[in-house]
């Protein structure tokens, strides 16, 4: 069973730098679709990013294309989410998702991915 394990939230001012770590427990030389959720109370989850660990090939939501990075060291096995110029509204729960093998037609599409992580709390302050 894979386990996701993620860190790095906390709280910024706006404008401010986080990075998100997510580490697999398992198929390190499997390639896999990892990305991030995120959800803020009250409203629907929803997507942020995805990375394919075969081709590097990624995927933004608009929401925050331009400002956040998704890479992967596959040594490490492990998924990482850079966000800079935080704002407010990317105050939410961000969530660590995979799924093996590739998803170039379901990237965004919570229903698809199997495996999800506990979660890591990003609050970002005006």
């Known amino acids: 069973q894979l386990q996701l394990v993620e860190s790095g939230g906390g709280s910024v001012q706006a404008g401010g730098s986080l990075k998100l770590s997510c580490a697999a427990s398992?198929?390190?030389?499997?390639?896999?679709?990892m990305g991030w959720f995120r959800q803020a109370p009250g409203k629907e989850r929803e997507w942020v990013a995805t990375i394919y660990t075969g081709t590097g090939s990624t995927f933004y939501a608009d929401s925050v294309k331009g400002r956040v990075a998704i890479s992967h060291n596959n040594a490490e096995n492990t998924v990482y989410l850079q966000m800079d110029s935080l704002k407010p509204e990317d105050t939410a729960m961000y969530y660590c998702v995979a799924n093996l093998g590739s998803c170039y037609t379901w990237y965004s599409r919570k229903d698809r991915y199997n495996y999800w992580g506990q979660g890591t709390q990003v609050t970002v302050s005006s």
């Open positions: 398992e198929y390190p030389d499997s390639n896999k679709c």
